[in-house]
């Protein structure tokens, strides 16, 4: 019922673009957090960037300056442009997004959708 569906990977070379979308459908409750995450082979899932239920956003400091996070609420939408790509950029990208219900925290995940950047 509930699917948070990214779009926007692909391969690109170094110094490239790549935005990234995901949409939200079937969660009840009105969404708190959304954020996307990354995780690169061999390596924890790792935060890059959040933009708070509150309107605020925080970035990964390896990604500051490069990729931008956005929020569209009456869509349930969220993006994430990537600009100045490196290869160490490479994982499968992850959409996130949270709900408080009775003061519990609820976390949907989407699929993952594949960033690689080539030398």
């Known amino acids: 019922q509930v699917q948070l569906v990214e779009s926007g990977g692909g391969l690109v070379q170094a110094g490239g673009s790549l935005r990234l979308s995901c949409a939200a459908s079937?969660?009840?409750?009105?969404?708190?957090?959304m954020a996307w995450y990354r995780q690169a082979p061999g390596e924890q899932r790792e935060l890059v960037a959040l933009?708070?239920?509150?309107?605020?956003?925080n970035y990964l400091d390896s990604v500051k300056g490069r990729f931008t996070i956005s929020r569209d609420n009456a869509k349930n939408t969220v993006s994430l442009q990537m600009n100045s790509l490196k290869p160490e950029d490479t994982a499968v990208y992850y959409c996130?997004?949270?709900?408080?219900?009775?003061?519990?925290?609820?976390?949907?995940w989407g699929q993952g959708t594949q960033v690689t950047v080539s030398s």
């Open positions: 933009f708070t239920g509150g309107g605020s956003t």
């Open positions: 079937g969660i009840g409750f009105k969404i708190n957090n």
């Open positions: 996130y997004a949270d709900v408080l219900v009775q003061l519990t925290v609820r976390k949907y």
